[in-house]
């Protein structure tokens, strides 16, 4: 009789199934230690709101079991369709969807609501992976290019009217994925100006609106004073600095003072002060809570987790036969790494507020399940490059 083997249901990089589990366990504790203001200030308790993150974390690691054990060259042809849907998608959300926070992001489908940019991302970063695959003997041809990088103009403009950060995170993921997939350097500049005229186009029509209409429009006025509460500028010439209140941005002061209080090795689990007087320090402003009870140890450990998933993203282009599988493999890598750096950045104070979430650490839903999709198809691309390379020792 066969015992039972981890490592036989397991398959694929086991360095990113720890890496994984480690930053998903870790970001239940921290969601816990975080939520008692959110708890408050809601009909519930901090143990049913851990309840809940934690259901989400369970689920995700199940969908990260079931779509490992598929073959990732299955995703080219459904991704490639949702490709089309997805600037209906975006334009319905900006249209119908749910506002939070100042932003239309999230659409209910099925009885559950999600940031439709969750998805897009994923869709994208395959489609993107999949053409460069395809047109790896014929990239000094622009016409076998262009649709790549028009298709990458379309998303990130479509994206930045809701979420601008979130669309230079995708544009900056595609740029490096073109450079990795060896697209010769005047693609690679067309590419970068398609995305930076569709960031350029979102933000003129929000100014547009604002100035010529006197309504908001996207995420225009929001960018203009998070930029004005970082650098200490009058942007917008209204003679206020951050908004109608012309203040700096109070959360951002509350995450560096967190962090200034951790220290090295910060006050204890579960002990963070800062917390009680913080609005999102259980999403967009974890990190600094991590380093507040951990410490710089702690907040060290954390991005050196990412990094380290970026380093078995980058091994996986070395080991694997397939462009489609290397190029799919770093993309998705890149996207949440940049995405947790981003997080990173602007809690120790590096960059304006943007509303980033650390991936499998901050508190969410759906936007974790995305997450875990994405590592899936990372492992079932480590999956199979494992068998190929125990089929060609058995040759």
Known sequence: MTGFKLKDHLQGDPQIWLITF????????????????????????????MFRHAFFVLAGLFLTYVIHRFNFLNIAPVAKVLLWVSPLLLLYTLLMGYEVGGAKRWISLLGFTFQTSDMVRLVLITNLAAMLAKKQNTMDKFKHLWPIIIWCGIICFLLAISSFSTSVILGLTCFMIMIIGRVPRKYILRLTGSVLLGLVLAFSAGLFTKIVLNKNFGRTETIINRTES?????????????????????????????VARGGIFGVGPGKSAIKHRMAEAYSDFIYAIIIEEYGLVGGVAIMLLYLWLLARGLKNIANTTQAFGGLLSIGLTLSIVFQALAHMFINVGLGPVTGQTLPLISKGGTSILFTFIAIGIVLSVSKNQQFETLSNKAR
């Open 230 to 258: 970082f650098i200490g500028k009058d942007l917008d010439g209204n003679d206020l600095i951050g908004g109608k209140i012309g203040s700096v941005s109070m959360q951002q002061d509350q995450a560096i003072a967190a």
């Open 22 to 49: 480690l930053l998903s366990f870790f970001g239940i504790a921290a969601v816990y230690s975080s939520i008692s203001a959110l708890a408050y200030r809601s009909s519930g308790t901090s143990e049913m709101i």
